[in-house]
Every structure is written in C-alpha cells, then in structure tokens.
C-alpha cells in the first residue's frame, strides 16, 4: 500500500499501482545497500514532470530502450544530459533499523534521492532516477541507479535496472 503522504500527491494521471511498485522496488534496494551501518538513511521520493524528451538524440537501451531518465537544469531555463531530474513535490521517509516511516532528515545522513515522472498513466513505461549523497552506506563512490518499469496486459513490472558513474554515458547512445 502507497504510503498516504505519497498518495495525497497523486493526480488522476499518476498510476498509484506504479507508485507502489516503485516504492516497494527501491526502499527494498535501499535496505539492502544499508545493511548494518548505522548510520541515518532518508529516502527522499519525489515527483518529476520536466524530463527530456524520448525524442532527443540519447537513449538508455536496456530493456528495450526507454527515455534519458534526467530532467532539467535548475540554474537555466534549458535541458540538460547531467541534470538531476527537478522534484515538483517530495516527501522524505527515514530506516529506522525494521522500517520506513515518514519524517526529516537529519543534518549528517544518507539521502536517497528518487525521482518518478508524472502522467504515468498516460504511458506504458517509466523510468526512475536514483542518486545517493553524499554516497551509499555502503561506502560506494556516488553512483546514480535507473529502473525501466514496463506496462504490459494491464501491470506493471521492473523490466530493467542499472548503475552508472553521473559523468559518463556509456550505457546510453545517440539515437
């Protein structure tokens, strides 16, 4: 079930049933990069309207192809290949060590930072943007991590995942 802070965001063209799925896919992924640290990690899960079109010339080719999951650059009016998609609206979810429950980050943790489009029910895929900062739990380098859901008879499903360096591109190709 999509947590209701999440849910109150949701317009008629945000497929809740993504939603869930994304969110469950992901926090699951996080916990298992958390592990035993100790450390305070906040998922930040967010809403993203502004991505770059899938009619520009790169690509993220696995699992079929699907959209440059990055969006705008905030300190210009243009797109931008390196920017981290824009958050419309978010809601922050803290570990507590069994679960995730709804609050604030503290000033010295881990942020999980998720972008999901909007308007996913007007499509048949979607592709989630991740980043940790300042860097995992698990002490790996900033690293940013997409996930390809597709739409196929009427439900949704993780059809693709990957992990990629911010500043290279050698996953994506020019159109």
């Given at each position: ?82 920017a981290l998609p824009e958050l419309d609206w978010s809601e922050c979810f803290v570990w507590t060590g069994e679960n995730w429950k709804p609050d604030r980050a503290g000033p010295r ?67």
């Amino acid at each position: 079930m999509l947590d209701p802070s999440l849910a109150e965001h949701l317009s008629y063209d945000d497929d809740s049933i993504l939603w869930d799925l994304v969110v469950r896919t992901i926090l699951t992924d996080a916990v298992h990069a958390v592990g035993d640290s100790g450390q305070e990690v906040v998922a930040k899960i967010g809403c993203c309207h502004h991505w770059i079109s899938p009619h520009h010339p790169l690509r993220w080719t696995a699992g079929g192809g699907f959209a440059w999951p990055f969006g705008y650059d905030k300190t210009s009016t243009s797109w931008s290949y390196r920017a981290l998609p824009e958050l419309d609206w978010s809601e922050c979810f803290v570990w507590t060590g069994e679960n995730w429950k709804p609050d604030r980050a503290g000033p010295r943790c881990f942020v999980l930072r998720v972008a999901i489009p909007a308007r996913t029910a007007r499509h048949l895929q979607a592709v989630v943007h991740t980043i940790w900062t300042p860097g995992s739990p698990s002490g790996d380098e900033k690293l940013v991590q997409v996930y390809g859901f597709r739409k196929k008879n009427d439900a949704w499903s993780l059809t693709a995942h990957d992990t990629f360096r911010p500043r290279t591109r050698s996953r994506f190709r020019k159109k």
